[in-house]
């Protein structure tokens, strides 16, 4: 089992940035790959971004292409999302996402992650 604690959400103004962070425990996350999603209330989750296990493979939602950066640090268990230039429109709950590997690669889609955070809150004024 994976347990995954998400942190770093908060209030910003449009323009501004954030880091996420994703501290895993119960497994070493180096064989896992990664991802962050996003939900709106009265809305489906949506993917973000994700990161491969060896973490040489990303992928964005072209909502958030230029802006966000994922990036992983198996030696502290952790995967982080820099946010910047920060919309209203990326208000929402972020969630961190694991799926165990058995070949490095990308996973964009909800289905495809075990394992899931409780997660974090970012809010972005206009």
């Known amino acids: 089992q994976v347990q995954l604690v998400e942190s770093g959400g908060g209030l910003v103004q449009a323009g501004g940035s954030l880091r996420l962070s994703c501290t895993a425990s119960?497994?070493?996350?180096?064989?896992?790959?990664m991802g962050w999603f996003r939900q709106v209330p009265g809305k489906e989750r949506e993917f973000v971004a994700a990161i491969s296990r060896g973490g040489g493979s990303m992928s964005y939602a072209d909502s958030v292409k230029g802006r966000f950066t994922i990036s992983r640090d198996n030696a502290k268990n952790s995967v982080f999302l820099q946010m910047n230039n920060l919309k209203p429109e990326d208000t929402a709950v972020f969630y961190c996402?694991?799926?165990?590997?058995?070949?490095?690669?990308?996973?964009?889609?909800?289905?495809?992650?075990?394992?899931w955070g409780q997660g974090t809150q970012v809010n972005v004024s206009s």
């Open positions: 119960g497994r070493m996350i180096f064989m896992y790959g």
């Open positions: 996402a694991a799926v165990w590997q058995s070949i490095s690669q990308v996973r964009t889609s909800e289905s495809d992650y075990d394992y």
